[in-house]
């Protein structure tokens, strides 16, 4: 089962402010851009194996903290900026289409920063994919990378909250986690539901209809934490915190776990969620969206959100997540807030270097 990532981090200069990423992604042909100006994406091949996804991630950071270090810029693991009022976007049509139909409140996006996992779409098991990931979407708290929103503490794992409860206005079911389904045609036909009340109402609002066509499918017309990606052939999964590549390549791992089982297995729902000889039990979808209200307002100090996550085989005694290290003051400064950057940009650098030394990155990179 093939995996990969893609991950995104802020840019921020010497003193912790962010900063545009456009030299950084001037330089290295395979970073991808994101609307918000200071943050970039890097982007794996499929691997092979978590062995093989830890190399390419920490060979990919190497390259683009070497680059950006050379630029005067770090990059930053932490789910948000912490303190920050807006932050300059290079909007397309496709952006500003959004920022049409979603109202302000679209702005809040470009304030989160993920991490999105690919796994292969297996013939005959997309249904138990879908419904495991969404079953397992709880586990986002277990590399949470901030509690602070433009300076204020928001919840225990403040992405999920801001982009699921606070970037789509009257849309909510556009970020929100989709409930489970019984079949690809069930999935399909939402999707096609989805884009065609999406393309009306922007039609309504004065949008010309051969731009949006130009500008959305009906594939990348929701950003739901869990999504079949024709276009890669996979299941993507976008759920959790960019945070430290040590912690995201130990949640791919447990998530990887669990997959393989249950394409192995089978998944089923019942009122024991776990993983047995025979199959992997999820819970009843309203449960569900408990432990998640509980995650992401309490994050993995929840003991319900601990036990559940547990009960999928997830070890939580071995994540240490960036936001309760941080702390959940009522408020962040910006001054704090720029230190804070620059101590996990630190950690970020640390941890690279000590998995593949701290010798100049030379791939890729264009004059």
Known sequence: MQLSLELEYWTVDETGALAPAAPVLDRIEDLDAESADPMLEVVTDPCENVIELREEVHER???????????????????????????????????????????????????????????????????????????????????????????????????????RRECYGDHPHLGRLWPYVESVDEWDERIATTFDRFRREAVDEGVDPEAFDRHFTPEDTTWAPVRLRDEFDTIEWRAPDTALPGQIIRLVGDVRDAMEFAVDRGVETGD????????????????????????????????????????????????????????????????????????????????????????????????
């Open 61 to 163: 950071l190497r390259e683009a903290i070497g680059v950006a270090r050379e630029e005067g810029l770090r990059l930053v693991p932490l789910a948000t900026p912490l303190a920050s009022s807006e932050i300059e976007t290079s909007d397309g049509p496709r952006t500003r289409i959004q920022r049409e139909l979603l109202g302000d409140a679209f702005g809040n996006a470009t304030h989160c920063a993920g991490t999105h996992l690919h796994v292969d779409r297996i013939d005959g098991a997309e249904v138990d994919q879908l419904n495991l990931l969404t079953a397992l979407d709880p586990a986002f708290s277990l590399v949470a990378s901030a509690s602070h929103h433009r300076g204020e503490r928001v919840a225990a794992c403040a992405r999920p909250h801001v982009y």
């Open 272 to 367: 024991k969620p776990g993983l047995s000889d025979d199959v992997v039990t999820i819970p009843e979808f309203d449960r569900l969206r408990e432990y998640v209200r509980a995650a992401i307002d309490r994050g993995i100090g929840s003991p319900t959100v601990a036990r559940y996550l547990a009960t999928m085989k997830f070890d939580t005694d071995r994540y240490r997540p960036i936001a309760r290290e941080i702390g959940g003051a009522p408020s962040v400064s910006r001054e704090r807030a720029r230190l804070l950057r620059l101590r996990y940009a630190d950690r970020l650098e640390r941890e690279v270097d000590a998995f593949a030394g701290a010798e100049a990155p030379t791939r890729r990179v264009t004059p």
